[in-house]
């Protein structure tokens, strides 16, 4: 593999391609599968793109990126996590600089959509109804990586003692999971598992939420002591993933892998072994593209663009859903054709085209209003070294973010709101004259790093700062 510079004052720029690739994905994604509905020229309602064409569960086995964010996430911050184990400090501070770095811009963007409520309310609001539950469904990520990450000091001493032997406990914790919750009691029945646990409710499923999603952080903190890596090892676990997803669908899992219900019937709510497939192929991919990838972000107007991307990390992954909006009203002014029918039918895709660019237009001014709103509030702000403060604010948090994720815009935001403004107040550190450095971040956070980080993941051999 190659190795970056040997300064360790220059930034990794791999893993920051790797969240930039990915924040698109997920961005243009979203945007795709939602199809609205008009009739006599207005948008009535939406669809998602997996009820109308079955095929396209296949290509969330790429479009899938979540597990790709916690991974590098994991690879980046592990140094850091490690050396304040090794100094006895606590890693309280840091998770509670996370939660805040998380809880201030979800503010913004619940204010916001509080205040369409209201005005929506009094107005009729229209266009608000069809979108209601698309503004918040995207909420779900910043609330499992808020939980996992809390673990992430226990991912690096899992590591340190067992190697890759971690990786192995979690993914038999999962299995295990997923055999009870079947409640299998025959071979015939191990072999149509996933009919079996995807027939019932999530249940005791649910302890897959941390189970499943610690696997590619514990697997980033291997990459990052070179425990994997190189060009074999990435053929190894894409064709692993490959085989685990084939053999996953043909037990009756579904082949989609992403789903906002919550009775127990999608890969996702709660996490079921078939996401682990994606995230032994999303890994193999990363390690297979390295070596190449180093190669061309040697090139400036690359380097620069992934800069950029990094820059509106956060805000773009925040607001891009709310660009729905605009575009659908700017859609019906144009008489677009962002109706396009179903996959098959004559302008379909030139119809999500339509739509895909309507929103692209749309989020552009959205994102100077957040950035230059966000890049003016101080951002000296340490978050609070105390314990009590931050299991209510941690709490606080997960639960506005879980009830505008349950309950859409109305009332899930204005509940939200409330929950995630508390979390924003009592994650702070009071009576604090000045900060010894800025525990949150701007706008430049990406979704999957809520702390500026500069440095390394990859094997030990390369070096750079990381925190």
């Known amino acids: 593999m190659n190795a970056p510079s040997t ?3 220059v930034r990794d720029r791999y893993p920051d391609a790797l969240r930039a690739g990915a924040l698109l994905v997920v961005v243009l994604g979203h945007w795709i599968a939602t199809l609205p509905r008009l009739e006599d020229g207005r948008m009535v309602s939406t669809e998602h793109l997996l009820s109308v064409w079955d095929a396209a569960g296949m290509l969330t086995w790429v479009l899938q ?19 304040r184990m090794d100094m006895g400090e606590s890693q309280l501070r840091w998770w509670s600089a996370r939660a805040l770095a998380m809880a201030r811009p979800t503010v913004t963007y619940m204010a916001v959509l509080a205040v369409m409520v209201v005005i929506a309310h009094f107005s009729g609001g229209r266009l608000l109804g069809p979108l209601d539950q698309s503004l918040t469904v995207h909420l779900w990520f910043l609330l499992m990586l808020l939980a996992v990450q809390a673990l992430l000091p226990w991912s690096v001493r899992a590591d340190r003692r067992f190697g890759l032997g971690a ?7 999962a299995i295990l999971v997923d055999v009870v919750r079947a409640s299998v009691t025959s071979l015939d029945e191990l072999l149509g598992l996933g009919t079996q646990v995807t027939s019932t409710g999530g249940g005791i499923g649910w ?3 941390l189970a499943v999603w610690l696997i590619p952080q514990q697997l980033g903190v291997a990459w990052k002591q070179g425990r994997i890596g190189g060009t074999w090892m990435g053929a190894g676990f894409t064709t692993l993933g490959l085989a685990w997803l084939g053999g996953a669908v043909a037990s009756g899992y579904p082949v989609a892998m992403v789903g906002g219900e919550l009775d127990g019937s999608s890969n996702v709510l709660p996490p079921t072994l078939a996401l682990v497939g994606v995230m032994f192929l999303q890994v193999g991919l ?8 180093r190669w061309l972000l040697r090139g400036r107007k690359i380097e620069r663009t992934v800069v950029i991307l990094g820059a509106l990390g956060m805000p773009l992954y925040l607001w891009h859903k709310l660009a729905e909006l605009p575009a659908a009203w700017l859609g019906e002014q144009l008489g677009a054709p962002i109706d396009a029918g179903v996959p098959g039918e004559a302008g379909f895709w030139s119809g999500r085209l339509w739509w895909v660019v309507l929103c692209a237009v749309m989020v552009a001014p959205v994102l100077i209003a957040v950035v230059a709103f966000e890049t003016r509030r101080s951002r000296k702000v340490s978050s609070t070294p105390s314990l009590a403060a931050t299991v209510v604010g941690g709490l606080a948090l997960l639960v506005g973010l879980g009830c505008a994720l349950a309950f859409g815009a109305r009332p899930g935001a204005l509940i939200g709101l409330v929950a995630v403004l508390f979390a924003s107040q009592i994650l702070r550190q009071r009576n604090e004259p000045e900060p010894s450095e800025p525990s949150v971040p701007s706008a430049s956070s990406g979704p999957a790093e809520s702390s500026g980080s500069s440095g390394t993941t990859g094997p030990t051999h390369t070096t750079g700062r990381t925190e």
């Open 207 to 209: 302890l897959n939420y």
């Open 167 to 173: 990786v192995g406990i979690l993914l038999g914790a």
């Open 286 to 293: 990363v390690l297979l593209l390295e070596t190449p990838a």
């Open 7 to 9: 300064d360790a004052d």
């Open 65 to 83: 990126v979540v597990p790709l964010f916690v991974f590098v996430s994991a690879a980046v911050t592990s140094s850091g996590v490690g050396r």
